[in-house]
């Protein structure tokens, strides 16, 4: 893992463990994904949401879905 994060998602994809945004560990919300692939942690492209952390995810037909959760405000978006 590239930073030290918490209140992020973790989302499954296959045999991929993702986690996107969260908050870094001086409080800041990140809008990192990073992906779990053959025993290692490599960065992907940030999140297209605004950073939060205490959000919701899921994935439905191989693809990952991230909403809600607490940003400048609380957030109801949703973004694939």
Known sequence: LHRTRFDHVSIGIGSLGIIVCGE?????KIQDTDEY?????SSKSDCPAPARSLL?????????????G???ANLRD???
């Open 24 to 28: 870094g560990s001086t409080g800041t």
């Open 37 to 41: 692939s053959n025993d290692s942690w």
């Open 56 to 68: 919701a995810g899921t994935s439905i037909s191989g693809k990952g879905y991230v909403f809600c």
């Open 70 to 72: 607490f940003g400048v």
């Open 78 to 80: 949703n973004d694939e």
